[in-house]
């Protein structure tokens, strides 16, 4: 029960997480039945389906957005300040983290920082590199998997496909991009801004209940 409750966060979001990717597997093979069904092609099985560059292409389509704006959240709260919000640092409080080889000395501090210049360089920024790396390889898979489904369109009404690597200046592709990394900026815009004068109780997303507006940070 301890292992449960100390992890209850990620695991639910995790479920949630399953739940809906379930949920899009499902529904978009019901919707590419249809859609054969309306050209007089043969269904696609679920397994042909899962593996589909129309699947594919959907999904990752998805996580290219969120990690690209995690990546950018992370790097850009670490330079820029919003005063009053939960989710910026105190504009009026020292560098947390100045003089990382003195701290590493702290007991507790990861054995990491005490490899060295370079390793607490990487360390200190290992968050928003790994997310950028996501969202790199979320965009790759987004773009070579809408590179095939457009080709597979492209022969069904006897055109001409265009190669993976031309695809890359496709409208459609930047299309999709783009129409989710809007959404993505204006939701992270209006958390920051939102999170000065409203608050949501025993969050770590917000600021205390009776903290005054002006306050920025969590506590």
Do not use: C
């Not at 815009?189 to 005054?212: D, N, T, W």
């Amino acid at each position: 029960m301890r292992l449960l409750k100390d992890n209850s966060l990620t695991l639910v979001l995790l479920l949630l997480f399953a739940g809906s990717i379930v949920g899009q597997w499902l529904a978009g093979w019901h919707v590419a039945i249809e859609d054969a069904a309306r050209h007089g092609a043969v269904a696609p099985s679920l397994l042909f389906y899962t593996i589909s560059p129309e699947f594919l292409s959907s999904v990752f389509e998805n996580w290219e957005s969120e990690f690209l704006q995690m990546s950018a959240y992370v790097v850009l709260t670490a330079i820029l300040i919003q005063r009053g919000s939960a989710e910026s640092k105190d504009p009026d409080s020292p560098p947390r983290d100045a003089d990382l080889a003195v701290q590493a000395m702290k007991p507790g501090a990861p054995a990491i920082l005490r490899k060295g210049r370079l390793a607490r360089a990487l360390y200190a920024r290992s968050l928003g590199i790994v997310l950028f790396i996501l969202f790199l390889l979320s965009f790759l898979m987004h773009w070579t998997q809408s590179a095939k489904a457009a080709a597979q369109e492209a022969a069904e009404h006897g055109e001409a496909a265009l190669s993976t690597i031309a695809y890359l200046g496709d409208p459609q592709l930047w299309f999709e991009s783009f129409q989710n990394w809007q959404s993505e900026f204006l939701s992270t815009a209006v958390l920051v801004v939102l999170s000065i004068f409203l608050r949501q109780r025993e969050s770590p997303e917000s600021k205390a209940v009776a903290a005054p507006h002006a306050h920025t940070g969590a506590e």
